[in-house]
């Protein structure tokens, strides 16, 4: 059975790995742990390209046929093993870290395309300096972060510093200051191959990753394209001009855009499988299984035997539930107060607690995208207060 090496490690892909014959190889961190059943190496940091390559040297893999990644931060280190193990799929590194760094990204861009301000934030830079540059209001995050894990939106010069305390402070291209965009966030999942975009859709998220982040629900759903047309031809040519302007290789990409009055803000791209249940979402309104792509790029194949452009019948989202901040909640709660397709809840006091908070998930769907936006924001206030 020919090997599969995926950098982290999550369920679903796991499943889609052994439906398409691959014996999946994974390279993780710890907490995670794959089954025991499966192969897999701990290394201490899933970004250290030398750490990842001698893991797999020391493995002694035979019949390696690909190399994939689940995590943002594996992304550079999938294609630098593809360099040096001659796997197919893409394989520059140098391209590859224009869909790392958000300063190296934004400077990147074609210059029509509207964004945020951004610069590195070296160390001992002042916040006078950066207030002069980008505003009064301006967000701090990791250049290579992900998720809006360990980003602070700044107003102060105490706010600064505290920003600062939870981020790496050793290098002058750890840390991006950004000007702050006051605009609901939407974001595209899609395919990108040959230099032409093959597949997208959008989804609306309920609040920012953001706002997530620091304590709320994280929520999404996709949109009906027949209700918002303007908004997908914008961001469809966003995409276009984007990933063509910085050169991406043959991908599934995830791009966070800023509904403005004025017009679209371009957030940021990255060249990998969308994160929490966005391949799920996806895969049950449009019928377009993005994990099985994502392997097929790894293999060198084709994809567009994997894309369908139909109108969908029913859409679907997704919410990562947190513990309510007011009385304890049980997974029975949830299902007596509302119709999920899928729910899992766990209510026990040891639950271990994922990224956003999460201790359960959940997918929900309607015929109609209005009323599955109104059902969500109803089980939010009501995972959020009780």
Request: aromatic fraction near 8%; proline fraction near 6%; include cysteine.
């Amino acid at each position: 059975m020919p090997t599969l090496i995926v950098i982290g490690y999550r369920k679903d892909l796991d499943e889609a790995v052994r439906r398409r014959g691959l014996d999946p190889f994974y390279l993780v961190q710890s907490p995670a742990a794959p089954p025991p059943e499966r192969r897999y190496a701990y290394v201490t940091d899933m970004e250290n390209a030398q750490e990842i390559l001698r893991a797999v040297l020391a493995a002694g893999l035979d019949d390696v046929a690909g190399a994939l990644t689940v995590h943002e931060m594996g992304v550079f280190g999938a294609a630098y093993l593809r360099q040096q193990l001659g796997l197919p799929g893409n394989a520059d590194s140098k391209k590859t870290l224009y869909f790392r760094d958000k300063c190296l990204q934004k400077s990147g861009l074609p210059p029509h395309i509207r964004r945020a301000r951004c610069r590195h934030v070296p160390k001992g830079l002042p916040y006078a300096q950066l207030a002069r540059e980008l505003g009064d209001v301006f967000v701090i995050k990791p250049a290579t972060g992900a998720g809006a894990l360990r980003t602070n939106v700044v107003r102060s010069q105490q706010e600064y510093e505290q920003a600062l305390k939870v981020l790496p402070d050793q290098s002058d291209v750890e840390v991006v200051a950004e000007s702050f965009v006051d605009a609901p966030e939407v974001y595209m999942d899609g395919v990108f191959t040959g230099g032409e975009l093959r597949w997208s859709s959008m989804t609306r998220y309920h609040h920012s990753p953001l706002t997530a982040a620091q304590g709320g629900v994280l929520a999404a759903h996709v949109l009906d394209k027949r209700l918002h047309p303007a908004l997908f031809e914008e961001t469809e040519a966003l995409a276009r001009h984007a990933l063509g302007g910085l050169g991406a290789p043959d991908c599934v990409f995830h791009l966070e855009v800023f509904a403005e009055d004025a017009g679209l803000t371009f957030g940021e791209c990255a060249i990998r499988l969308p994160g929490a249940l966005s391949p799920d979402v996806n895969r049950l309104t449009h019928g377009v299984d993005l994990f099985d792509v994502e392997i097929s790029l790894a293999l060198g194949e084709g994809v567009t035997r994997h894309l369908h452009d139909h109108t969908p019948d029913r859409f679907y989202g997704y919410l990562l539930l947190r513990r309510s901040s007011g009385r304890k909640l049980t997974q029975q709660d949830f299902e007596r107060a509302f119709h999920f397709d899928e729910i899992q809840y766990d209510s026990s006091p040891d639950a271990p607690v994922g990224p956003y908070g999460r201790v359960g998930q959940a997918i929900v769907s309607d015929r109609d995208e209005l009323r599955l936006q109104k059902t969500i924001e109803d089980i939010v206030r009501f995972n959020e207060l009780g």
